[in-house]
């Protein structure tokens, strides 16, 4: 049988074949829609929770409970964790403290940090950094971050010094170090006391040795989310026996370890900022995991950084060279939108949520939040410092690159690291659709 088709027929055949083709496929079938189109999400199972616990952590507060030794002094639990961790961390002395803003608070106060006084902090950092700064009616200088690693720009601390630096305040943003190197040679240059915050840093490493134990003090947290953690809890790290005695003293309500019973001296103001026997026994059975549980996140943040390597719109947050162990307490990166269709970051982590991968945009920029110059220009303030003081201040705490980053950066929580291979997977895929889908989802 002959089949007669002209060239006419034949073209307007395939013409009608490509658009219906085309038009299904920018409609997106089921399965490739973004879920926020109507499409099958990347993951629909949760990711693993945190805590993690079993029966280490019950018979740990049964036994606590069973010897009627609740609180420090009474019982053994926190004198055998300071000794754990301290011996950990290769530091010679450990302090167990009620949270890691009480370990802040004691470090700062047992250098002598008081009104009149600066303190160098990073603006991309947890509030407590900068509130144990305002406890003590200090003034917080910002130094500019390093959009680069998310971590305060090492290279910009020695301009921010003045005669009334009292402290440098270097946060281990989300497990990976600051650059300890530069931040110790400027401090060091000016006889400046270090205190580094490693709250987001446990087992953390530069050049091999834990985080925390290369300023005059640092200071952990073991509250809900840290990769250590029972609730609450914080610990204060030094090689200094006097300053770790006096450490002692200002979170023993001024007590030191020879005042006891009855006798009701007191030698210097101070504050309870004491870990329980209960805490300190979790954080015991919490140690048994916390090896296995470091290795299983840096193996997954190494892979899903392999994987979003090549991902136009996704740079990973690098780490300095010295920074030979990131802790993952976040894995962090920072997000383009113009690689994206313009979709802005908002939109882009609420796609990335019902992908069944939940994000965080990060912090916003802290040295502007309005209680800092309410605090400031409050009545504490007033009488300690000028009004030309502040004003000055707020012009040398401008931080234009650390203003960029709050805009663009994206955190994953560390829980999300103790899963499989291919929840890395799942998670690049979903970022992967997304910008496959941009241009319908930034006009959706």
């Known amino acids: 049988m002959k089949i007669d088709v002209n060239r006419r027929t034949f073209m307007g055949a395939v013409t009608a074949g490509s658009a219906a083709l085309f038009s299904r496929r920018a409609a997106g079938d089921e399965t490739s829609a973004p879920a926020m189109l109507g499409g099958t999400a990347v993951r629909r199972e949760p990711f693993p929770t945190w805590p993690v616990a079993d029966t280490r952590e019950t018979e740990a507060l049964a036994r606590v409970v069973r010897s009627g030794h609740w609180f420090r002094g009474s019982g053994e639990e926190v004198n055998r964790f300071e000794a754990e961790y301290g011996k950990l961390t290769g530091a010679r002395h450990c302090l167990a403290t009620a949270n890691g803003t009480s370990a802040l608070i004691t470090a700062l106060q047992a250098i002598g940090v008081g009104p009149g006084d600066e303190v160098i902090v990073p603006p991309y950092t947890f509030i407590a950094t900068v509130n144990v700064v305002l406890l003590a009616h200090a003034l917080p200088v910002f130094v500019d971050t390093d959009v680069e690693t998310l971590q305060i720009d090492a290279r910009k601390i020695e301009a921010a010094i003045t005669e009334r630096t009292r402290a440098i305040v270097p946060v281990h943003l989300g497990g990976a170090a600051a650059d300890l190197d530069t931040i110790l040679a400027s401090a060091r240059a000016r006889n400046i006391p270090v205190v580094e915050d490693a709250c987001q840093a446990h087992l953390g490493e530069w050049k091999g040795r834990k985080v925390g134990t290369y300023g005059r003090a640092g200071c952990f947290s073991f509250q809900a989310s840290k990769n250590l953690n029972a609730g609450e809890g914080g610990a204060v790290l030094s090689d200094d026996g006097e300053l770790i005695e006096a450490c002692y003293a200002f979170h023993n309500n001024s007590r030191g370890r020879k005042t006891s019973g009855y006798d009701f001296s007191y030698r210097s103001a101070g504050a309870n900022l004491r870990l329980t026997e209960f805490q300190a026994a979790v954080l015991m059975a919490q140690m048994t ?156």
Request: glycine share 8%; proline share 4%; net charge positive.
């Open 289 to 444: 995991r916390l090896e296995a549980q470091a290795r299983a996140r840096e193996e997954n943040a190494a892979y899903l950084t392999r994987l979003l390597k090549d991902v136009p719109g996704i740079t990973t947050a690098r780490m300095y060279e010295g920074c030979t162990r990131n802790a993952y307490h976040l894995y962090m990166f920072r997000y383009d939108a113009g690689q994206f269709a313009g979709l802005p970051r908002a939109a882009f982590l609420k796609a990335l949520a019902a992908e069944g991968v939940p994000a965080s945009g990060g912090y916003a920029p802290l040295n502007k939040e309005p209680f800092l110059e309410a605090t400031l220009t409050g009545r504490g303030y007033r009488a300690i410092y000028s009004a030309a003081q502040i004003a000055e201040l707020e012009e040398r705490n401008r931080c234009p690159k650390n203003d960029r980053l709050c805009d663009e950066a994206v955190w994953l929580t560390q829980n999300m690291l103790l899963g499989s291979r291919g929840d890395m997977d799942q998670i690049a895929e979903a970022i992967r659709k997304i910008q496959r889908h941009a241009h319908r989802l930034a006009t959706a």
